[in-house]
């Protein structure tokens, strides 16, 4: 009786402090529970205080979170798919994507300054059609890729795809895979550091291509990497598979991700992996 009490009496509590905390004010932890107020979690980077989940970012706000104000430059913000298939219902979930994450595509790309380091970046947005790659996508991180390495300006590039390549546009995606990869290959070739972030989740043809090919990949904690997802590679039963097999220390502990990093110290350790590879000045 005595733990139902407790039990009873801890749900209470914390049913008061759910309707003392007007909506809007607070997010639950997907990960512990905790209510947070939401001023805490952007102090915090989204990152739980208590459990040190990690909230996914939008890609505007990981921009303003890892280059320097009022540095960053953008690359062909007009670059945006059009609907080559007549896929349907395609030009209308553009729209509303357009609207929600604020972006015209699903990548940003330009170029600006890391601890006063200079560094191209391109960031996807798992909010816009699952931060998947279609033609404006795969277009304009292989525009950022050359630009860097005609520069000579190492590139940041920072994944959030759980949809990798866009279906609505068929081959012309698939396309992009090749060429994002060859865009990397010649960065490569340029002598310019690559660095690949990968963040929740990272997933299917764009973890197949560029995010995987980075001199240097980086993780977020407890990001979802892979090709298939967990419930169709349980379905294959090729092996048996253990609960954690697509998350970032996963990876890490088999070689996929060289090293996991807390969100609160990605854009140090960035500046440290250029200051090393680019020297003082960054280029
Ligand atoms: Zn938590």
Same mark, same amino acid.
């Given at each position: 009786?005595?733990?139902?009490?407790?039990?009873?009496?801890?749900?209470?509590?914390?049913?008061?402090?759910?309707?003392?905390?007007?909506? @809007?004010?607070?997010?639950?932890?997907?990960?512990?529970?905790?209510?947070?107020?939401?001023?805490?979690? =952007?102090?915090?980077?989204?990152?739980?205080?208590?459990?040190?989940?990690?909230?996914?970012?939008?890609?505007?706000?990981?921009?303003?979170?890892?280059?320097?104000?009022?540095?960053?430059?953008?690359?062909?913000?007009?670059?945006?798919?059009?609907?080559?298939?007549?896929?349907?219902?395609?030009?209308?979930?553009?729209?509303?994507?357009?609207?929600?994450?604020?972006?015209? =595509?699903?990548?940003?790309?330009?170029? @600006?300054?890391?601890?006063?380091?200079?560094?191209?970046?391109?960031?996807?947005? +798992? @909010?816009?059609?699952?931060?998947?790659?279609?033609?404006?996508?795969? =277009?304009?991180?292989?525009?950022?890729?050359?630009?860097?390495?005609?520069?000579?300006?190492?590139?940041?590039?920072?994944?959030?795809?759980?949809?990798?390549?866009?279906?609505?546009?068929?081959?012309?995606?698939?396309?992009?895979?090749?060429?994002?990869?060859?865009?990397?290959?010649?960065?490569?070739?340029?002598?310019?550091?690559?660095?690949?972030?990968?963040?929740?989740?990272?997933?299917?043809?764009?973890?197949?291509?560029?995010? +995987?090919? @980075?001199?240097?990949?980086?993780?977020?904690?407890?990001?979802?990497?892979?090709?298939?997802?967990?419930?169709?590679?349980?379905?294959?039963?090729?092996?048996?598979?253990?609960?954690?097999?697509?998350?970032?220390?996963?990876?890490?502990?088999?070689?996929?991700?060289?090293?996991?990093?807390?969100?609160?110290?990605?854009?140090?350790?960035?500046?440290?992996?250029? +200051?090393?590879?680019?020297?003082?000045?960054?280029?």
């Amino acid at each position: 009786m005595t733990w139902f009490r407790r039990r009873l009496k801890a749900s209470h509590t914390a049913h008061q402090k759910l309707e003392a905390v007007p909506d @809007g004010l607070w997010t639950k932890c997907l990960k512990c529970t905790e209510i947070i107020f939401n001023r805490d979690l =952007e102090k915090s980077l989204k990152v739980c205080p208590k459990c040190g989940y990690h909230f996914r970012l939008s890609a505007r706000v990981r921009l303003a979170g890892l280059i320097d104000p009022d540095t960053f430059v953008e690359y062909d913000a007009k670059v945006v798919s059009g609907d080559p298939l007549g896929f349907p219902e395609y030009p209308a979930k553009l729209a509303r994507d357009r609207a929600k994450v604020g972006m015209p =595509e699903a990548v940003v790309t330009g170029e @600006g300054r890391i601890e006063g380091l200079p560094a191209a970046v391109g960031i996807t947005d +798992s @909010g816009f059609l699952m931060g998947s790659m279609g033609s404006a996508v795969g =277009e304009k991180l292989a525009r950022a890729m050359e630009a860097a390495a005609s520069k000579g300006l190492p590139l940041v590039a920072v994944c959030g795809s759980g949809g990798g390549a866009r279906m609505h546009e068929g081959l012309l995606s698939l396309m992009q895979m090749a060429k994002t990869t060859a865009a990397a290959a010649r960065l490569h070739q340029a002598g310019c550091l690559f660095v690949s972030v990968l963040t929740d989740p990272s997933m299917a043809g764009v973890l197949a291509s560029w995010a +995987s090919v @980075g001199d240097i990949i980086i993780a977020e904690p407890g990001a979802l990497i892979g090709f298939t997802g967990q419930r169709v590679s349980r379905q294959a039963q090729v092996i048996d598979i253990p609960e954690d097999f697509q998350l970032s220390e996963f990876q890490r502990d088999h070689g996929m991700v060289d090293m996991v990093v807390a969100r609160g110290d990605l854009k140090p350790t960035l500046a440290r992996l250029i +200051s090393f590879f680019h020297g003082e000045k960054g280029a």
